[in-house]
């Protein structure tokens, strides 16, 4: 079962957690020297009759070696400030995912692949980083979103905490509902867990405990002190920022 598709009660109670669900500097091998300089002392040699002739070619030269260094320039690859950098400008405009059409949801997926590929935290439930709250600023997944609802009756903001020296993880919905869920989370690898859902918090204040089938899994791709990007067991994607890592799931 998806982090995300919780089991009534309520649909606004889909849970961002376990539907849950990580782009790297290379230096450049090249320096932009003068590979192809023809040595002007002995052009300075070069009766004036043959420097003419020689000039073309030593302009083609020059050119070519322009267009080779504008090539590796274009083509060096961005470091993970950078690529994080064109991240949060591709989904600002997005709504968490709401407003984006199946283009932006590919060019996100591509940005996305590029800072996994660059994570980091290769063993993110080892690290200290994960603890704390997170608030979700991108999913694909519909039903965290609540795009079936009117406006005014979605989740304005959702966020989900992770404490890992006790394996819980909290979801939190805001206005209008203010709905939480809890969770036991057990490792599979170093970023990997099966989730295990045990309460639901109507309005915040009224729990209700879980059904045993309200289960999923959470992968972490990406992990710094600012981002995380999660994958979930149903396939969606998950990007979240960090607001407050000193925060502790209520016991």
Known sequence: MALSTLPAPPPSLTAQL????????APNL??????????????????????????????KWRTHVSFFTGFL?????????????????AIEPLDRGAEATPEDMEIIEQIVS?????????????????DGKWELIYTTS??????????????KVNYQAINVDTLRAQNMETAPFFNQVTADLTPVNPKKVAVKFDYFKLGGLVPVKAPDRA????????????????????GNLFILKMVDPSYRIPS
Do not use: W
């Not at 300075?44 to 070619?57: K, Q």
């Not at 996994?116 to 935290?121: D, I, Q």
């Open 18 to 25: 376990s539907a849950a669900a990580t782009a790297s500097s």
């Open 30 to 59: 090249f320096h932009s020297a003068a590979i192809f300089s023809f040595p002007s002392a002995q052009l300075n040699r070069i009766p004036n009759s043959c420097s003419t002739a020689l000039t073309p070619a030593r302009h």
């Open 73 to 89: 320039k274009n083509n060096k690859k961005k470091s993970a400030k950078e690529i994080k950098e064109e991240l949060l400008k």
């Open 114 to 130: 590029k800072l996994e590929a660059a994570n980091p935290t290769k063993e993110p439930l080892k690290s200290g980083l994960l």
């Open 142 to 155: 519909q039903s965290i979103l609540q795009t079936k609802r009117p406006k005014f009756l979605r989740s």
């Open 215 to 234: 289960r999923g899994a959470l992968e972490i791709t990406y992990l710094d002190d600012e981002l995380r990007i999660s994958r979930g067991d149903k």
